[in-house]
């Protein structure tokens, strides 16, 4: 699922977009974590872009987030505080869904502003 945002950021970056541009990525495990090092690099390079993973089965010893996309998006939201913003998700059916129905029902974000990509 983090590849069609990956490369959103990326041609938006190279464009020199100064929008700010926050990826919240889920993933089974740690090994899971795809681009880990062009994503950190951008986040080092770009004061816009900001990255946040979570695993919804963390290996022991994991000190970052937890759970599921959906869980965290609320605060993240929030800590964004563009009301102008726009959601672009990206997975499994089931978790476009769960983020879908966070996003216009809990967070009021208007549909238009809600874009998804799903498979299965």
């Known amino acids: 699922g983090v590849t069609p945002l990956r490369s959103m ?10 929008a700010p541009m926050w990826l919240l990525f ?26 946040f993973v979570t695993l919804s089965r963390p290996d022991h010893g994991w000190l970052g987030r937890s759970g599921y996309v959906q869980t965290h998006l609320p605060a993240l939201w929030q800590e964004l505080g563009q009301e102008s913003a726009h959601l672009y998700v990206c997975g499994l059916e089931r978790m476009v869904k769960a983020v879908r129905e966070v996003a216009r029902k809990g967070l009021g974000i208007d549909r238009k502003h809600v874009h998804q990509e799903r498979y299965d």
């Open 26 to 51: 889920g993933v089974r495990h740690q090994d899971d974590v795809l681009y880990q090092e062009e994503l950190t690099r951008w986040e080092a390079e770009h004061d816009n872009v900001r990255v």
């Open 9 to 18: 950021m990326a041609a938006a970056l190279s464009a020199g977009s100064k």
